[in-house]
């Protein structure tokens, strides 16, 4: 059957499942730099997050009386899971997972009407409700060496919260650069003294193992911008904000703040700047909106990481950033060809 | 007005007309403290007190007051019964009175209690004013109490903590621990937990009209088939 298609010849459809199917592909080489350098947590916490963000999405629009399927097979709850569970620790407890995927999915996602209603970002929301409830659970990262325990020990630690004889949540766990270089910082350490006495965390740029991950994010990130799943403007808005706030303030006291490398390349900044910001329905719409609300997401994490009470700030600097998207949308609507500008 | 019956004041104050639930009325308190049972108590019977004290006065001095200058009156009068109880839980209730502070004297910026002597007690007897303002301070009550039950259950996993601040060192026994050695559950005990947690009690609310609603009407079409039918 040779049939001809008739006009308009448009090549391809892009269906929200086919954009979610793209953007988890696009988190593949992060999740694998993640798992590499901090052990197999980050696995079982996906599994446990996207049941839980699958059974709760069923659950939710059983209550509400839609269709399963068609919403279901979307695969946007699977990406927040996704997303959710990247940004949590790698060695977490599973209520800790279930917790945040069901507030994201139940209660940021479905209780304001599902998919494409929601203002705040779902994955985001459920990590910000962690950080705040369980403060000390969402801060016990392991070593950067990917051998720190054992797929058995982590998942046994998941499901019942028993560590490897003889160690302590405290022996195991260690602090993240950013969170060094805050603590220190504080201390009026300087940043040559920090990295000499920090030698095992300050890696080349960025923290052994971080600048990995955020690098594999960046190429999974460059390569939803060539398939345009995401258009240029929020992350580069974003991280040249960052990049620009924090340049001006190493030229001002190169002791005292960290180099614009160190931040573009550590904590979530290059997941945050491609997967997390961009996503269509809690960010700006227009073409000005979207770099307006990129850049004050980046000086934003720049001023709460530098004076705010937390070392890594994307899930609040895009939190408020959505809180400002419908005025931004309306203060930059494109004039209409043929109309007036007023 | 003056014909309100008393079993309809109840039904007002307690469900249809709800300070908390439906009229959303002294938000600011009702958020701010509902973190256990024995704070939302605490202020709820404070409220409910102002509410009684300044429904009745605003009543007993409704033929004399100039429709004029009513507001500023209503204001003094809600104010000197709250500088009472203000003083009178700093006598008797310190240590309660300790913890829920500023939110005491700011019962006279609680909304619900103007507008009761503005739309209720100003023209209405004595006995019916009375009763608007117990079961409205009920109703703001109940709701509070909820609240603060449910933040309490989440957050530290106990109810009725620190009830001896209320009934003193005898009735310590009513402190209930749901789970023991509970990592507690902060969201709940903060701000946010408030707002979720009244959120969810409004759309239960709102879910119980609605079947109320629904039966009724049903009854209504019975009803109406049956006549039609004989």
């Known amino acids: 059957m040779n049939n001809t298609q008739s006009s308009p010849f448009v090549s391809s459809t892009n269906s929200v499942s086919r954009v979610m199917l793209l953007v988890i592909l696009a988190l593949f080489p992060g999740?694998?730099?993640?798992?590499?350098?901090?052990g197999w947590g980050l696995m079982i916490n996906m599994i446990i997050a996207i049941n839980v963000a699958v059974a709760s999405e069923v659950l939710m629009l059983k209550l509400r009386q839609r269709p399963i399927l068609p919403f279901l097979a979307d695969g946007s709850a699977v990406l927040t899971a996704m997303l959710l569970a990247i940004s949590i620790p790698s060695m977490a407890p599973w209520w800790l997972i279930f917790l945040g995927t069901a507030f994201a999915i139940i209660i940021a996602k479905q209780l304001y009407g599902g998919l494409g209603y929601n203002p705040f970002n779902p994955a985001m929301v459920g990590y910000a409700m962690l950080l705040i409830a369980f403060p000390r659970e969402m801060t016990t990262w392991l070593p950067p060496t990917g051998e720190a325990l054992s797929f058995t020990e982590l998942l046994n630690y998941s499901l019942?919260?028993?560590?490897?004889?003889?160690?302590?949540?405290?022996?195991?766990?260690?602090?993240?650069p950013l969170d060094i270089v805050k603590?220190?910082?504080a201390l009026e350490l300087s940043l040559t003294e920090i990295g000499q006495q920090f030698q095992h965390v300050s890696g080349a740029v960025a923290g052994q193992g971080w600048e990995w991950v955020n690098m594999m994010f960046l190429v999974g990130g460059l390569f939803l911008m060539a398939k345009r799943t995401i258009s240029w403007h929020i992350p580069v808005a974003f991280l040249s904000s960052l990049f620009?706030?924090?340049?001006?303030?190493?030229?001002s006291d190169p002791a005292a703040h960290a180099s614009p490398l160190f931040h573009l390349f550590s904590g979530a900044t290059m997941l945050g700047a491609f997967f997390i910001a961009t996503d269509p329905i809690t960010a700006s719409t227009t073409v000005r909106g979207k770099l307006i609300f990129g850049a004050g997401i980046g000086a934003l994490i720049f001023i709460i990481r530098t004076w705010g009470g937390y070392p890594d700030a994307i899930a609040f600097a895009v939190l408020l950033m959505n809180t400002a998207v419908p005025t931004i949308d309306y203060y930059t609507q494109p004039r209409v060809f043929g109309h007036k500008d007023d | 007005m003056s014909t309100t019956s008393?079993?309809?004041?109840?039904?007002?104050g307690l469900w249809k007309n709800n300070a908390a639930f439906v009229q959303l009325l002294g938000l600011c308190p009702l958020l701010a403290i509902s973190n256990t049972i024995v704070n939302s108590l605490g202020l709820g019977l404070a409220t409910t007190l102002t509410l009684i004290s300044s429904n009745v006065t605003v009543s007993l001095i409704r033929h004399w007051v100039r429709p004029e200058i009513r507001i500023p009156v209503f204001v003094l009068i809600i104010s000197?019964?709250?500088?009472?109880?203000?003083?009178?839980?700093?006598?008797?209730?310190?240590?309660?009175?300790?913890?829920?502070?500023?939110?005491?004297?700011?019962?006279?910026?609680?909304?619900?209690?103007?507008a009761r002597a503005e739309a209720f007690a100003s023209k209405n007897t004595v006995p019916h004013a009375f009763a608007d303002g117990l079961f409205m301070g009920l109703g703001f009550t109940v709701v509070l109490v909820l609240l603060g039950a449910m933040r309490e259950a989440i957050g530290f996993g106990t109810l009725f903590q620190q009830i001896e601040l209320m009934f003193g060192e005898g009735a310590t026994w009513?402190?209930?621990?749901?789970?023991?050695?509970?990592?507690?559950?902060?969201?709940?005990?903060?701000?946010?937990?408030?707002?979720?947690?009244?959120?969810?009690?409004?759309a239960l609310k709102n879910v119980i009209d609605k079947?109320?609603?629904k039966k009724a009407s049903q009854t209504v079409t019975l009803a109406r088939a049956s006549t039609e039918n004989a």
């Open chain 2, 211 to 213: 079947r109320i609603g």
């Open chain 2, 80 to 114: 000197s019964v709250v500088t009472v109880i203000e003083l009178s839980m700093n006598a008797w209730f310190h240590e309660l009175y300790k913890i829920l502070g500023i939110f005491i004297p700011l019962i006279v910026t609680n909304c619900a209690i103007i």
């Open chain 2, 6 to 12: 008393y079993s309809d004041i109840v039904h007002q």
């Open chain 1, 31 to 38: 999740i694998i730099a993640h798992i590499y350098f901090f």
């Open chain 1, 244 to 251: 620009i706030c924090s340049l001006l303030y190493q030229l």
């Open chain 1, 183 to 185: 603590t220190q910082t």
């Open chain 2, 174 to 202: 009513l402190t209930i621990t749901l789970v023991d050695d509970y990592r507690g559950y902060l969201l709940a005990i903060l701000p946010p937990g408030a707002f979720l947690g009244l959120g969810f009690l409004i």
């Open chain 1, 160 to 176: 019942f919260e028993i560590l490897p004889a003889g160690q302590s949540l405290d022996s195991i766990s260690m602090a993240t």
